[in-house]
């Protein structure tokens, strides 16, 4: 037998496996996905499956719990849809910046009310949570409520969530979860942030 006959043959029983398993993966709903970890590209994963959600033409909603005080290309360029997307950042930028753990709060507070109201409403079909997981790990809101609004969401709706530290519960309940890590980062060498490709 050949080497490409062998490699032939070896496709071919993938493809048999891979066909397998699309077979029987049936179930049609929305995922929940957690994006987390001390690496990047946990915002930038959940903006493209935004873009991707409304390329199909869904209806989306974007709350931002910690950016907000400087602007970012993710928002100039899909602030273009204001039919499809509603976008709101809410946040007052880093803690690091803003140093007032009670102002921090409250603006927590008012954002997880309007992501509240995207997850009770069945007309999103995609919801980013960008942040989030910041919030929840300070504690500025309660795991608990998170996940039984998540639970309580309408079926067919998709929700990201993003930020380094997702809760153990949130992790649990997710349908996908990545953690994004470190392998070396542009800052390390004294490299400021970039527009297209932090800002």
């Not at 790990?137 to 998540?150: F, H, M, N, R």
Request: charged share 25%; glycine share 10%; with cysteine.
């Amino acid at each position: 037998m050949t080497a490409e006959e062998r490699h032939r043959e070896r496709m071919q029983r993938k493809k048999a496996l891979v066909d397998r398993k699309i077979a029987s993966a049936t179930i049609e709903r929305g995922v929940l996905v957690v994006n987390t970890g001390n690496g990047k590209g946990k915002s930038s994963s959940g903006f493209g499956m935004l873009a991707r959600s409304l390329g199909h033409g869904f209806h989306c909603g974007v709350v931002q719990f910690i950016k907000g005080s400087f602007s970012t290309g993710e928002e100039a360029f899909f602030r273009r849809f204001p039919d499809e997307l509603d976008y709101h950042v809410m946040g007052e930028g880093y803690t690091w910046e803003t140093q007032d753990k009670s102002r921090d709060i409250a603006t927590a507070g008012k954002a997880w009310q309007l992501a509240a109201a995207m997850l009770a409403d069945a007309r999103y079909d995609f919801v980013l949570l960008d942040e989030l997981n910041i919030a929840l790990v300070k504690g500025y809101i309660d795991s608990a409520q998170v996940c039984e609004a998540l639970k309580a969401r309408p079926p067919q709706q998709h929700v990201v969530i993003t930020g380094r530290g997702a809760p153990d519960a949130l992790v649990e309940l997710a349908d996908t979860v990545t953690e994004m890590r470190v392998v070396k980062h542009a800052f390390q060498a004294g490299i400021k942030a970039q527009k297209g490709i932090e800002l």
